[in-house]
């Protein structure tokens, strides 16, 4: 059978086919905000405000104790446009479309798969919730030790991932391979690197995890006051003020506080143990004001601490070891993290043009013709955003 001249559909179809199936971490989140960016020419900085589920507190007794409605948003704001761009000839265009893909397409897509991906994947550093193995190989112990985390912070039991980089994965596979049973679920969206399912999560490779650096910062830092003495309202507190210590602090970086720990996000008891922060904007070291998350609230619907005692300061102590680079692995329910495309403008006068849209991905291919040189320069693009919408859904796993 002659081949035959292939269309802007086509092509479309076929870079979205196989760009879908290599964004394994993007694939298992949120994407269904994708709708509300869906309008012919959307541009670089397009926002949409997100609504978090609000929170409530519980009477005791008879006696009415209303309380006001404190609704929370984050903005998910479609900020990055990348594309690949190729030169075609009238002769790659008369390919079958198999041949196509496999010479042009396929690693054009692993590209900017790869770039997409990196770039969501640095919403690791919102996670405060983590789990700290020392350097030593994963285990399946320290990957339930994360599910309780996600236990606690009542992440819903369905789709739960665990994302593994390359290390991770081939320690915890060869040992627990036995366990692993293939969904259905899977088997009809297939995305690389899926393995299978234990424990609760779906399994997950990715090449993309790199490592977190922790910064330089010792736990000689201690807050100038003690943290109990932050006004105790619904008015969120994401700042502290240090008095001592050495080092630098890099964004991710994480910490505890003395005598803070974290409470049941219902009953609002205090679980015993501390509260994990995170540090959100690198800090050159001294005295001086750190931003970190979560935001410490000490009351009310949204309250995420108690502080059973008080002192003069409150000794900070970070995970991991100075200047270290450690292993990432990510665990996550998928309403942890959302991602969005937007639909591109339709140029005209152009030789094609077409966008087509497969599971909250939408991608745009356009082609002229150069009459020099008798080639057809294409650009195939995606404009996206993405935003870490519930961090207490997921907990970072950080092994060899």
């Known amino acids: 059978m002659p081949n035959t001249i292939l269309t802007a559909t086509a092509v479309t179809r076929e870079a979205l086919r196989v760009l879908h199936q290599k964004l394994n971490f993007v694939g298992s989140i949120v994407r269904e905000y994708d709708d509300s960016f869906a309008k012919s020419g959307a541009k670089i900085g397009d926002s949409l405000k997100v609504r978090l589920p609000n929170q409530y507190v519980v009477r005791t007794g008879a006696t009415l104790s209303t309380q006001d409605t404190a609704e929370s948003s984050v903005t998910l704001q479609v900020a990055t446009q990348k594309g690949v761009d190729l030169n075609f000839t009238s002769t790659d265009l008369t390919l079958s479309l198999d041949d196509f893909s496999k010479r042009i397409i396929t690693p054009a897509m692993s590209t900017l798969a790869a770039s997409i991906e990196a770039d969501a994947m640095s919403m690791y550093k919102d996670v405060y919730n983590s789990v700290w193995n020392g350097g030593s190989a994963i285990t399946l112990e320290k990957v339930l030790d994360g599910r ?149 609230v000490l009351s009310g619907g949204r309250q995420n601490v108690v502080i059973p005692t008080t002192s003069a300061t409150a ?23 959302a991602f969005a495309t937007a639909d591109l403008v339709m140029p005209g006068g ?39 919408l519930r961090p207490q859904l997921a907990a970072r796993l950080h092994n060899s």
Do not use: C
């Not at 000794?315 to 993290?337: D, H, M, P, R, W």
């Not at 991905?361 to 955003?385: A, E």
């Open 315 to 337: 000794a900070i102590t970070f995970a991991g070891t100075a200047s270290t680079a450690v292993g990432l692995s990510l665990l996550y329910q998928k309403e942890a993290f």
């Open 148 to 296: 309780v985390l996600l236990q606690n912070a009542l992440a819903p039991l369905n789709d739960r991932t665990a994302n593994l980089n390359t290390t991770d994965n081939a320690k915890f596979v060869d040992a627990l391979k036995a366990l692993f049973n293939d969904t259905t679920g899977i088997a009809k969206q297939y995305r690389e690197g899926y393995m299978g399912r234990t424990a609760g999560f779906d399994f997950v490779e990715n090449t993309m995890w790199g490592k977190h650096t922790r910064g330089a910062a010792t736990s000689a830092y201690t807050t100038s006051t003690q943290v109990g003495t932050l006004p105790i309202s619904e008015t969120p507190v994401s700042t502290m003020t240090v008095a001592t210590g050495t080092g630098a602090m890099v964004a991710g970086d994480v910490f505890t506080i003395a005598n803070v720990n974290s409470v049941h996000p219902e009953t609002k008891v205090s679980t015993g143990t501390p509260q994990q922060f995170v540090v959100t904007a690198a800090y050159a070291g001294g005295a001086g004001t750190v931003s970190f998350a979560p935001a410490i």
């Open 350 to 388: 152009v030789d094609f043009a077409a966008r087509e849209v497969m599971d909250g991905i939408s991608m745009r291919v356009v082609r002229q013709y150069d009459i020099n040189n008798d080639k057809f320069p294409t650009r195939l693009d995606v404009l996206y955003g993405y935003k870490t």
